[in-house]
């Protein structure tokens, strides 16, 4: 059973369950990985977080019975899951831009969300530069915002947070405190990863072990870790494509790799290679597949 064959059957599952209380647990044991793995490759290669997947999924398809069925908006709501026609009517209209009594009217406008699906696509013909390490614990200091965990929304309000610190004078800090030169470059660590959300730091390593954290600044631990590591290669300034390698990374690397994501920190590391250049890796908490599931899926196929 090869990837793209589990992923359409956790869509299959997911559809299957839209009246129900759908457990992550087993949607992400459909596709033959852990919750936290599943949740985060999902979110990047559809840009919209799984949660929100199935509220859409959910609110078209009570659009379709309102519109076509004599159905009460009380019945609608409890079939799919809202605990009142109150928060009901608030996601629908949130949605749909309409209070659910009004999806009858004529000529009124609905939005139907699809069944998502994935299909083969011919990739690969640039080639993804990595590399596995170990990494020892670690303490980061910095200072941190909520961001969004549907991809395209996370790289704007991510530069929003840069240029704010930046503004502030909290990179400047950032960098006396870490004993950095001008050139010296501050990095992000993404964590606490929610479904929806997750929190993004900027900071870098605290220089000694030990040392308390500065004022006005978070501490956050970093166990030791194996990492696959990737690199941006060298760019100019502001010319990182950052972006594109995370897509490809959650795209292309881990839905074929022999390894899964571990719930733990994740880094956007940033590096001065002089000349007026400058390299940005990605680093990605992994282990390798356990074996035994590895023959279990090889029996299965």
């Known amino acids: 059973m090869d990837w793209l064959e589990r992923m359409n059957n956790a869509m299959d599952f997911i559809e299957a369950h839209l009246l129900e209380s759908i457990d992550y647990d087993q949607v992400a044991t459909t596709a033959c990985c852990s919750t936290y793995h599943f949740q ?27 519109q076509n069925r004599e159905v009460r908006v009380i019945d609608i709501a409890l079939k799919y899951g809202y605990e009142s026609p109150e928060a009901f009517s608030r996601a629908f209209k949130k949605m749909h831009g309409v209070m ?3 999806a009858r009217d004529k000529g009124v406008s609905l939005k139907a969300y699809p069944r998502m699906s994935f299909y083969f696509s011919i990739k690969g013909d640039t080639e993804i530069n990595y590399r596995i390490e170990k990494k020892e614990a670690f303490t980061m200091f910095g200072v941190s915002k ?9 790289f704007v309000e991510i530069p929003e947070f840069w240029n704010s610190c930046i503004a502030d004078g909290i990179i400047h800090r950032i960098r ?8 010296g470059q501050v990095h992000a660590v993404l964590y606490n990863h929610a479904g929806h959300v997750f929190s993004y730091m900027i900071g870098y390593h605290l220089p000694q072990t030990g040392l308390p954290v500065p004022d006005g600044f978070e501490q956050l631990l970093i166990p030791a870790q194996t990492y696959a590591i990737f690199s941006t290669g060298l760019y100019p300034d502001g010319q990182s494509r950052i972006h594109e390698l995370w897509k490809r990374i959650w795209g292309e690397w881990i839905p074929t790799s022999d390894y899964e994501c571990v719930n733990s920190p994740e880094f956007e590391m940033t590096y001065y290679r002089g000349n007026g250049m400058y390299e940005m890796e990605v680093w990605i908490p992994v282990e390798k597949i356990p074996a035994s599931r590895t023959k279990k899926q090889f029996q299965e196929e």
């Open 40 to 66: 985060r490759m999902f979110s990047f290669i559809t840009d919209v977080p799984l949660s929100e997947y199935i509220r859409r999924r959910r609110l078209t398809l009570a659009a379709f019975e309102l």
């Open 146 to 154: 909520e961001i969004s965990a549907a991809a395209e929304q996370a």
């Open 176 to 183: 006396a405190i870490a004993g950095l030169s001008k050139e």
């Open 100 to 102: 659910p009594v009004s």
